[in-house]
């Protein structure tokens, strides 16, 4: 299984980037899919996820309404709309996932069996 993160980068605050996250060799509707972040010398931290379908989806409450979750499983990738970036957003970005029938709360890192190596996002002041 690959989790491959991308669209990171430097961006100034109040810019917008779109991350994406490819999967490959796991049944990609079976999976739902979170982004989580993590600032060097913090603990990573939940940002969104999504259902295996795409009908639900759930934010940390710090993103009010700027962060939007989808995914295509017909191309094997979620996605992380950020607008309106601020620069205590800059992390890493990972995606994660974890099997559809597997309990546990979305924010819960531990449930979440897959992990790509993340990509950094910058966002300067």
């Known amino acids: 299984v690959q989790l491959v993160e991308s669209g990171g980068g430097l961006v100034q605050a109040g810019g917008s980037l779109r991350l994406s996250c490819a999967a490959s060799g796991l049944t990609f509707s079976t999976y739902n899919m979170g982004w989580f972040r993590q600032d060097p010398g913090k603990e990573r931290e939940f940002v969104a996820a999504i259902t295996w379908s795409g009908d639900s989806m759930h934010y940390a409450d710090s993103l009010k309404g700027r962060f939007t979750i989808s995914r295509d499983n017909a191309k094997n990738t979620v996605y992380l709309q950020m607008n309106s970036l601020k620069p205590e957003e800059s992390a890493v970005y990972y995606c994660?996932?974890?099997?559809?029938?597997?309990?546990?709360?979305?924010?819960?890192?531990?449930?979440?069996?897959?992990w790509g190596q993340g990509t950094q996002v910058t966002v300067s002041s």
């Open positions: 994660a996932a974890r099997l559809r029938w597997k309990f546990g709360a979305p924010q819960a890192q531990q449930s979440y069996e897959y």
